[in-house]
């Protein structure tokens, strides 16, 4: 499995505050991800990066930005967060874009 | 509107008998589709994978089966284990997405197990 740490694993935060979450792999994978699940909705891709700096907006990509300044590390950050942003948050990672992704551990996000 | 759908919310099956999930897509330009499974506090981890160019692909005890015409396919478990419950996810994906550079998933099925 790649080594994929996310952090926080928890989170609690209030409305209209910025929170960033963090994406961070040891296996050098070009392609990095972040999704979100929610009941009903499955995965959804928010953002994806497909190299240092070089990133793409997803599906549901409204209130959230991303950064990748180094190939280990993704950053998603809700610039300011609302309820409907309660999820569990989880980062992938791809070696290539035609191979299978591995998955994080996922962060549980809520907004209250 | 969903590209990949998952009609089947949940699945109970008695242990050594034949699980069957399956899946079903909308968008024509998918030619690449992957099957995930998902334990509760975990991330999903990858089962099995097909190509537009197959029908069948086989894995020990999965196997997924593609039927391009009714765009449709479906996961076989033979013989289900107790340790096979858990939620699976289809999904896919297109060379023209960037040549498979983002995948789509279904909402997931969660599957039961019944020693």
């Known amino acids: 499995d790649a080594g994929i740490t996310q952090s926080p694993r928890h989170k609690v935060t209030e409305t209209g505050t910025p929170v960033t979450l963090r994406c961070h792999q040891t296996?050098?994978?070009?392609?990095m991800y972040w999704y979100r699940q929610d009941p009903g909705h499955g995965l959804r891709l928010i953002h994806y990066s497909y190299g240092v700096k070089d990133t793409d907006k997803g599906e549901v990509s409204d209130g959230y930005s991303v950064s990748r300044s180094k190939t280990e590390d993704f950053l998603l950050t809700l610039e300011s967060a609302t309820s409907s942003q309660t999820s569990v948050y989880f980062c992938?990672?791809?070696?290539?874009?035609?191979?299978?992704?591995?998955f994080g551990q996922g962060t549980r996000l809520t907004v209250v | 509107d969903q590209q990949v759908k998952q009609n089947s919310p949940s699945l109970s099956v008695q242990e050594g008998r034949i699980s069957i999930l399956n899946c079903d897509y909308t968008?024509?330009?998918?030619?690449?589709f992957l099957w995930y499974k998902k334990y509760p506090a975990e991330g999903p981890t990858f089962l099995i994978s097909i190509s537009s160019i197959k029908d069948k692909n086989e894995d020990g005890r999965f196997t997924v089966f593609l039927n391009k015409s009714a765009k449709h396919l479906s996961l076989h478990i033979v013989p289900s284990q107790p340790g096979d419950s858990a939620v699976y996810f289809c999904?896919?994906?297109?060379?023209?997405?960037?040549?498979?550079?983002?995948?789509?998933f279904g909402i997931g099925t969660k599957l039961q197990v019944i020693p």
């Open positions: 999904a896919a994906t297109s060379s023209g997405s960037g040549g498979y550079q983002k995948v789509t």
């Open positions: 296996e050098n994978h070009r392609y």
């Open positions: 992938a990672t791809k070696l290539t874009a035609n191979t299978e992704a591995f």
């Open positions: 968008n024509s330009m998918f030619d690449y």
